[in-house]
């Protein structure tokens, strides 16, 4: 048995997310190749002669064998050219980059709520089994995984903001009262704090709060599910019992020796839930007109524009591979074993 | 297999939470089998006369935009979105039990290519890839069933690979091996069998998944176009009237749409019970 540094497991971890960014590079580089019909002619437009798609088709490289091809796309990417967007006129990296913070902050209000209420209900299930609380987090669980996003945030809306009206109405990330804050970091939340605007803040986060509930629901399930199974699994083990042996109060036990061991499951889990909260956040954003990358993929795909969506593609998975990683990393934080190799 | 329908009695007669579960789904199956022939009106005729009306006698679940009867689209839609679920299911299914169980039988350079394939795939959020392989591929509905069979296949493969792994060596395989049986044969015969049990419970639980795939597709306009009758596109249509008050038409196709979904997921749930009551949480 040898232990590692920290910092040799990071490089290490780091390393290991290579060949999954040169996949991603690869599959999203088929995916632009194999578009429907034509290429050249699409990006010529429907008014273009035979020789402009000729052109086209050169000035794309489309003429050139599939290897050669992919050579220019790499190229082009470590130059950050995504192509240019025909709807919007703008590049698609500018776009992406600056709709991304709106998605960011959505996707992490969402899973702050999702965690922020799992992790206590599983806890709560999993020292009162078979309780009201038990079954109530049980049902939870499997009904949870069985909600479409989208129609979650429509009912919301529906209840909350037609009805009761207690939330303000569902377009974008603020009312038309407001201007947004300065772009420091790009996250609403967090800017309108920073030029000390408490209106603003409040206003941002209203606009947020039924969005992130919406998401947050469908990663609240997964999440509640696994933290009770593992709390379970920690409670009834031998190093607890010896713990409660020997006299250790129950606060301690709980939270020092069983939670910490039965987040293990739960970070593990957090990957998946990425991929869902990933994924729903498009659905999510077009329910609620939010402007960020996932509604500008949307747009796109109805104005059936497609170098945007390649864009927003490979922003996703790559986005999707740096979270993987950093939850790998996180494991290495909170698992005292994993810097150790047999 | 007396035994197996006596313990299949007993979890049903015990759990009345699966019961329900399998009605249900014999139900959702009634209703898309019979399909039109139980709607009580035409799911495309519209009638402007009609238009947005709330839930009445005449009209259980209301009428849309054009007054066309929301309950019989509902109905309608049902074969079309079970249809794409399964399809898309049964094919990463067989294609899943395929190179799974090579990868996990002959190990060595198929299980690091078939390994590294689906690592590629999982890279992805899945959603987004469903996405991006409709954009790629066009949009039609076939498409969805292919995009949907895809982002399933890491699942049935990653499961199948690791059963077989841990039964590799096991006794009744060295035997099935020295009887003379081939490489194929002890595959298709021996090791397969072993592992259906515990796919069937990813099956129920993934064809939820699925039908949930199909619908956010469609909701955002992708495959099923109108004026077909889709859950995700019903409640795509009707997302405009909820603002403004207008709550049937979407209320009743995403209400259904769940019911499904929760439906395949306690099917799953009660089967995972039937098959290794360890597994229970």
Known sequence: MARYSTGKIVGRRILGAIPSVIGVVIVTFLLTRSL????????????????????????????????????????????????VSLTTGQTVLYDLLTRLPASLELTLAALVFAIALALPLGILAATRPNSWIDHGVRLLATAGVSLPTFFTGLFLIYVLYYLWGIVPAPLGRLDILNSPPPQI?????????????????????????????????????????????????????????????????????????????????????????????????????????????????????????????????????????????????????????????? | MTTTLKHTRYIISQNGITFGAFSLFFGFVLIAVLGNAIAPYDPLASNSAIALQPPTALHWFGTDQLGRDVLSRVIVATRLDLGIAVLAVAMSFVIGSILGTCAG????????????CIDTL??????????????????????????????????????????????REAGFVEAARLTGNGDWRIMARHLFPNVLPVMMVHLSLNMGWAILNAAGLSFIGLGVQPPTAEWGIMVAEGATYIVSGEWWLALFPGAVLMLAVFCFNLLGDGLRDLIDPRMRT
């Open chain 1, 185 to 342: 970091t790009g996250f609403y939340l967090i800017d309108s704090l920073l030029i000390g605007d408490l209106g603003l803040f409040w206003a941002a986060a209203a606009q947020l709060f039924l969005p992130a509930v919406t998401l947050g629901l469908f990663a609240l399930a997964p999440l509640a599910r696994v933290t009770r199974a593992s709390m379970l699994g920690m409670l009834s083990s031998d190093f607890i019992r010896t713990a409660r042996a020997s006299g250790l109060p129950p606060r301690q036990v709980l939270f020092g020796y069983a939670f910490r061991n039965a987040m293990l499951p739960v970070v593990t889990t957090l990957g998946v839930v990425f991929s869902f909260l990933l994924g729903a956040n498009i659905l999510v954003e077009k329910v609620f007109a939010w402007p960020g990358i996932g509604s500008y993929a949307v747009e796109a795909l109805v104005a059936s524009d497609y170098a945007p969506i390649q864009g927003f593609i490979l922003t996703m998975a790559l986005l999707y591979v740096v979270l993987n990683l950093l939850i790998d990393l996180l494991y290495v934080v909170i698992d005292p074993r994993a810097g150790v190799e047999s």
């Open chain 2, 122 to 167: 999982m890279a992805f959020p899945l959603f987004v890839l469903a996405m991006g392989l409709v954009a790629a591929l066009g949009n039609s509905i076939e498409n969805i069933i292919y995009a949907t069979a895809i982002i399933n296949l890491p699942l049935y493969t990653r499961v199948i690979r690791s059963e077989v792994l841990v039964r």
């Open chain 2, 105 to 116: 039988y002959f190990g060595g350079w198929t299980d690091r290519i078939v390994s590294r």
């Open chain 1, 36 to 83: 429907p019909g034509d290429p050249a002619a699409f990006f010529a437009g429907p008014a273009a002669t035979a020789e402009a798609i000729e052109e086209i088709r050169q000035n794309l490289g489309l003429d050139k064998s599939l290897p050669e091809q992919f050579l220019i796309y790499i190229g082009e990417l470590f130059r950050g050219d995504l192509g």
